[in-house]
């Protein structure tokens, strides 16, 4: 009962603090809006990691309007990195997404050599996180069953964003 009693307690604002709103789920389709919504509102930083970014010559290509905000969040003064997987599997994809990005003054980094980078993590201005099953993939934004979390917590935000950080070093 105390363990119990203590946990709920742990739970609760402190006094005076508005408590943070509970995560959004982001199925399927709502990504994508969400994550381009998220990345338009940034005023510092944003860092990322994709196992895969995939753009398509479409216009309607959400990874093309998703690489066109970073770009855009860039040119208007925030700092923003993207870390990508270097492996076999995802290396022409990650390559073409680099191009285009680097272009618009995105920094772009390939995570370390020796594992496979397979998570899907935003941070946005040391206060939202998104993590979850989405690529950067046509297919993970608008049919694929994919689910994942917008969280707005400072803490996990600043957590996160040490550990993309790691990601993002230049390897030696």
């Not at 860092?47 to 216009?59: M, R, T």
């Amino acid at each position: 009962m105390g363990l119990l009693l203590a946990l709920c307690l742990t739970a609760l604002p402190a006094h005076g603090q508005t408590p943070l709103p509970e995560p959004q789920l982001l199925e399927n389709g709502s990504y994508g809006p969400v994550l381009i919504q998220k990345i338009q509102q940034a005023k510092r930083r944003i860092i990322c990691v994709f196992f895969l970014f995939k753009i398509a010559d479409s216009p309607r290509s959400l990874p093309r309007a998703v690489a066109s905000e970073l770009i855009a969040a860039q040119r208007r003064g925030v700092d923003v990195t993207v870390v990508l997987d270097a492996t076999r599997q995802t290396q022409a994809d990650n390559r073409n997404a680099t191009r285009l990005l680097a272009q618009g003054g995105v920094r772009v980094v390939f995570a370390p050599a020796g594992s496979t980078t397979h998570a899907k993590a935003v941070a946005i201005d040391e206060r939202y996180v998104i993590v979850g099953s989405h690529n950067l993939t046509q297919s993970a934004l608008t049919r694929n069953n994919e689910l994942s979390l917008l969280i707005d917590s400072p803490t996990l935000a600043a957590r996160m964003q040490r550990y993309l950080q790691r990601l993002s070093q230049p390897r030696r």
